[in-house]
Nanobody, 120 residues
Framework: QVQLAESGGGLVQAGGSLRLSCAASGSIFSINAMGWYRQLPGKQRELVASITRGGMTSYAESVKGRFTISRDNAKNAVYLQMNSLKPEDTAEYYC??????????????WGQGTQVTVSS
């Protein structure tokens, strides 16, 4: 069973920075795409950024130029560097990973979420 452990959320003033980390554990053969999503109460979860195993990245328009996603394939980890944070970035952030298991099966795992709060 996959576990995605997130860390790095917290409270920061507008204009500040935070770095989110997420590491997957379990009988993992490889991980395809990894990503970060965010969700406000009562709203749908939205994609913030994604990265392929080869390092190709994609960002939501609202975070382009401010957020950077990266990964370490050896550690089965994905990171989100968030700079120039705005109050509207406040949300619960979730990582996910498209995992291929040693058994040959494939599944999409989610982290437990980490809260990011940006004060004005």
């Amino acid at each position: 069973q996959v576990q995605l452990a997130e860390s790095g959320g917290g409270l920061v003033q507008a204009g500040g920075s935070l770095r989110l980390s997420c590491a997957a554990s379990g009988s993992i053969f490889s991980i395809n795409a990894m990503g970060w999503y965010r969700q406000l109460p009562g709203k749908q979860r939205e994609l913030v950024a994604s990265i392929t195993r080869g390092g190709m990245t994609s960002y939501a328009e609202s975070v382009k130029g401010r957020f950077t996603i990266s990964r370490d394939n050896a550690k089965n980890a994905v990171y989100l560097q968030m700079n120039s944070l705005k109050p509207e970035d406040t949300a619960e952030y979730y990582c996910n990973a498209d995992i291929v298991w040693w058994s040959g099966s494939q599944s999409l795992g989610w982290g437990q979420g980490t809260q990011v709060t940006v004060s004005s």
